[in-house]
């Protein structure tokens, strides 16, 4: 009798599937889970075909240990989408397949994982009962919107390009009632940037979608949680799934629309493992799957923006706020304190201090925006010129009151401050600049009597304690509220109506041609925090360039020019989006390692270039901007083609060359890289 051979994908960066002997061909299905041998361990793996009969050594081919039948195949489509991101990315297919599972589902199963897949699939399989509430009417502005993605079929991206508090929520949430209502399985996708987003909304969604199952999925999550989940949105109970990036990959069959909010925000971007885009990628779901996809921002990405201007997106525009009672209203005003002539006294300004204590006699809330945690970026001697540098990192230590320690923000880096110079002794060391904690120190002298709340990664490292947080400044039990990017996004305060922005200087000097734009979202993004339910409101911003171009444009609330005007600066530049990018990083104990590795790459390319190549472009290797963490050296080696498809062919042969040398560091390689 012939024998049946398996494709089989692992969490290994392969780019071919593995061949297993099959137990009989009927078993052999294609996006079923299987455990195999591999080397001396055994490992979960995923088939994806049937393999014809090995062309040698067949006495080799070792059988798969056992098919995991009890979860259903994922489909075609789930794995035409997740190779193509292996592809795309210059990664192994079962690194993008396997990685994008819950754990449990990765790991070999012991006997009872029978049992215990059943108490996961209990998790979800009543829906949330939730008082209801009833869809609000829409404003023309939202209505039109709606008409038109409801009007749309097959592939069709659109942009919802629209102000902060225009409304996009709602537009979303009509989007999807309409899909779930024209097919009874039909399954929607949002995607979200930040976790910190999706109790909100999912209560939001619950409310709205009652008798439908709402699942979330984000990193957050316990691993039966995840995996419960991940099951509902695999086997069709859930029709709907909001998450943050990891959720582009979750298991839909029936997927029916996809909504990516704050399309630009760079969180959508992994920064290890298989770096993915998941807007990107979930474009490229919708295109697999022809349905209709929504990337809805204040501020889209530039490279979203040319999609748009060459009409390969469809541009749908929010152009009024919501007011009360949704009547229409408008952008607070954005005023520049410059901090040449208005000298701040511990990081705040006169008219800051005096638009603080006026809104706090209102009795309404501020934000002051702030993107530093801890109490001072750098501790100094001035004596004798000593810095608190991290002794394993080319950074600064961070000084943090609340414990007194200095601390490295990128390797975790961590001691006690000491009291006196380490080199020669003065005991009057000074914390240098403004970090989150001492602006809220300076506050609470500033403010006295007032609540004053912390929002960043420091004040919220307990589980929920970020969630407790934001629902006190929402029941308005919070007076200021002072933080990092995290208080940033998407919030809904309704009670908020000045909103400070302390140093956005460092970003305006940024070497990465991509600061600007990043700048401009954020600045728009914590602007729009304020005034969202008609209270009159201001927005002030400390800045010793209140001349610079980014500001005129930020106070004309004017992206489309912004926009129009960087766009215009890259084409003449090539820079992305006209021109097409990849990133190979070199880790190793010493830069010259390092950058020995990356001097041999660059010549393994000269040779892996050939003439339809001519257009692939290699810039010599240099160390990176953050040249060491964690006592490793990085360095790195930029790539550029103005053909996508050249810079693609060129990356995987010369990837494949690379992975053939021995004894070379860690190296990764990323493809349309965000930092450089
Ligand atoms: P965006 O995401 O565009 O910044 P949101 O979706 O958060 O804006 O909406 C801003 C506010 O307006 C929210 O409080 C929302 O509940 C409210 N809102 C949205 N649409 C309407 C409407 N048609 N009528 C009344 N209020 C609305
Ligand atoms: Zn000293
Ligand atoms: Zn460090």
Redesign the pocket.
């Known amino acids: 009798m012939a024998q049946t051979y398996a494709e089989v994908i692992l969490d290994i960066p392969l780019s071919e599937p593995l061949v297993y002997l099959a137990p009989n061909a009927a078993e052999v299905r294609p996006g079923t889970r299987c455990v195999v041998p591999l080397g001396r361990a055994t490992r979960v793996g995923l088939i994806v075909g049937e393999s014809g009969p090995p062309a040698f050594a067949a006495s080799r081919i070792k059988p798969i240990t056992r098919i995991l039948g009890e979860v259903g195949p994922l489909s075609k489509h789930w794995l035409q989408l997740t190779q193509f991101a292996a592809d795309y990315y210059q990664h192994g297919w079962g690194e993008v397949a396997l990685a994008s599972l819950p754990r449990i589902l990765r790991m070999v199963p012991g006997v009872r994982s029978t049992q215990s897949l059943a108490r996961l699939r209990k998790s979800h399989s009543i829906p949330w009962s939730e008082p209801a509430t009833a869809a609000?009417?829409?404003?023309a502005e939202?209505s039109s919107a709606v008409d038109r993605l409801n009007q749309s079929s097959g592939f069709a991206p659109h942009l919802l390009f629209?102000?902060?508090?225009?409304?996009?929520?709602?537009?979303y949430l009509a989007a999807i009632a309409q899909k779930l209502a024209a097919d009874a399985m039909a399954q929607a996708l949002l995607l979200v940037p930040e976790i910190n987003l999706t109790p909100q909304l999912e209560a939001q969604l619950r409310a709205r979608f009652p008798g439908q199952t709402v699942v979330a999925m984000h990193s957050n999550l316990a691993d039966g949680e995840r995996a419960g989940a991940w099951l509902a949105a695999h086997e069709g109970r859930a029709r709907i799934v909001i998450g943050t990036r990891l959720a582009v990959f979750c298991s839909l069959p029936h997927l029916a629309l996809i909504v990516v909010?704050e399309e630009h925000d760079p969180s959508y971007k992994g920064s290890e493992g298989v770096r993915y885009s998941a807007r990107d990628i979930a474009v490229k779901r919708a295109q697999l799957l022809d349905i209709p996809i929504v990337l809805?921002s204040?501020t889209p990405s530039l490279e979203t923006w040319a999609q748009a201007s060459v009409e390969r997106y469809r541009l749908i525009r929010?152009a009024n706020?919501?007011g009360a009672?949704?009547a229409s209203n408008e952008l607070p005003p954005i005023e520049l304190i410059d901090t040449r002539t208005h000298k701040p006294r511990n990081g705040l300004t006169e008219p800051v201090a005096l638009a603080l204590a006026a809104t706090l006699e209102r009795g309404e809330q501020s934000l002051v925006f702030l993107n530093r945690r801890g109490y001072a970026p750098v501790v100094a001697c001035e004596t004798c010129g000593w810095l608190s540098h991290c002794p394993r990192c080319s950074v600064f230590a961070v000084f943090h009151k609340p414990d007194r320690t200095l601390r490295c923000h990128h390797c975790g880096y961590m001691a006690p401050a000491p009291r006196s110079c380490p080199t020669c002794g003065n005991q009057a060391l000074k914390g240098v600049g403004q970090g989150t904690q001492r602006i809220e120190e300076t506050l609470q002298g500033l403010l006295p009597g007032s609540t004053i709340a912390r929002i960043d990664r420091d004040s919220t490292r307990q589980r929920h304690s970020a969630q407790r947080a934001f629902d006190a400044v929402h029941a308005g039990a919070v007076d200021v509220l002072v933080g990092t990017q995290m208080v940033a996004k998407?919030h809904?305060f309704?009670r908020m109506s000045l909103v400070i922005v302390l140093n956005p200087d460092g970003q305006l000097a940024s070497h990465d041609f991509r600061a600007p734009e990043r700048l401009f979202a954020t600045l728009m993004q914590v602007a729009?925090r304020a005034g969202?339910?008609g209270l009159r409101s201001r927005v002030l911003v400390q800045t010793r360039f209140p001349s610079h171009p980014l500001f005129a444009a930020l106070q004309r609330h004017d992206y489309a020019q912004f926009a129009e005007t960087q766009l215009a600066e890259r084409a003449a530049a090539r820079m992305p989006p006209f021109t097409y990018q990849a990133l190979l990083t070199a880790e190793a104990r010493s830069m010259e390692s390092a950058l020995a590795f990356l001097r041999a790459a660059h010549e393994e390319a000269a040779e892996a270039l050939d003439a339809a190549d001519s257009v692939v472009r290699l810039f010599d290797p240099v160390p990176m901007t953050l040249q060491q963490i964690a006592g490793v050296a990085r360095a790195q080696l930029l790539i550029e083609s103005d053909q996508r498809p050249q810079l693609h062919a060129f990356l995987r042969r010369w990837l494949t060359a690379l992975r053939a040398r021995r004894a070379s560091p860690r190296w990764n390689i990323e493809v349309d890289p965000l930092q450089l």
Do not use: F, H, N, P
């Open positions: 609000v009417e829409l404003t939202q629209g102000i902060t508090g225009s409304g996009k929520t709602e537009v909010d809805g204040a929010l706020r919501i009672a949704g998407g809904d309704q729009g969202r339910s």
